[in-house]
């Protein structure tokens, strides 16, 4: 059973209160620093593949600065993105629940760091520390909620509605009121064809919610996005906050539900 025994010096050089993924923050300051000298930290450049289908998982994913996207594949049309993992929780919770390999397609969205842990090591510090157990627990029930909205969402609100959500999303993680989008990638993640995209982006433009620069969006207006978004991006705010409204602040006093209005997207 791995543990960290480590030294008192290495130990204290990790500051929680500082650390950019807010499961982290959320963990009791034991877990934290139980958990943190196994993590190492690693760049995630712009479209690079972290999971194909049916790929092994070796290592499980706290974003810091990256927003990685989770697709769906299929075997005659583009892939559809599901969920999207920012710096609010972790990818690949899931072997916590028994399951060794991916059923998705996961790569990159937003370019930056990350910290990540070996899949093995970290399911037995969860089965060994239940504080760590229930957060990742109730993280991997946010983002089933996330999904099903999505699933309604896709269904039921148009592009323009749906664009809005996806870049309101994007913003709460990118640490920047810009950054790289282009209209084809745009239109993949939300399933639509480029041209849907174009119109939609467009017609936020207008607005002056937004300011498209090629390969790049600019966030003009949060106010006006969010009242261009359908409701799907309020009510997982909601339910986040609700799930983890106990998390409000661990032994330190770091904050767990982020840094800003908003806590947790999904596409």
Not at 131 to 139: A, E, F, I, M
Not at 145 to 163: F, G, I, K, L, P
Request: proline fraction near 4%.
């Amino acid at each position: 059973m791995p543990h960290a025994t480590r030294t008192g010096t290495l130990i204290t050089a990790y500051d929680q209160t500082a650390e950019e993924n807010r499961f982290l923050r959320m963990l009791p300051a034991s877990s934290y620093y139980r958990i943190r000298p196994y993590l190492e930290a690693i760049q995630l450049p712009k479209r690079s593949v972290v999971w194909n289908v049916d790929d092994p998982i070796d290592f499980v994913y706290f974003p810091r600065r990256c927003v990685l996207s989770l697709l769906v594949t299929l075997k005659h049309r583009a892939p559809v993105e599901a969920a999207t993992v920012g710096n609010e929780g972790l990818l690949g919770m899931s072997t916590v629940l028994g399951a060794d390999r991916s059923p998705l397609l996961v790569l990159a969205q937003i370019p930056g760091e990350a910290l990540r842990i070996g899949a093995r090591v970290f399911h037995e510090i969860v089965e060994d520390d239940a504080s760590l157990r229930l957060l990742t627990l109730r993280y991997s029930h946010a983002l089933l909620e996330q999904t099903a909205q999505s699933v309604a969402c896709n269904r039921r609100h148009s592009t323009v509605q749906r664009c809005a959500r996806w870049l309101l999303m994007t913003h709460d993680r990118a640490h920047a009121d810009e950054f790289g989008l282009t209209h084809q990638f745009l239109a993949m993640m939300l399933g639509v064809r480029r041209a849907s995209v174009t119109v939609a982006a467009g017609e936020l433009q207008r607005a002056k919610l937004i300011r498209y620069l090629y390969g790049r969006v600019v966030i003009e207006n949060r106010a006006g996005l969010e009242e261009a978004a359908c409701e799907c991006y309020q009510v997982v705010q909601e339910r986040f906050l609700r799930l983890f409204a106990t998390y409000g602040s661990n032994g330190n006093g770091a904050r767990a539900a982020g840094d800003g209005a908003a806590v947790v997207g999904t596409p």
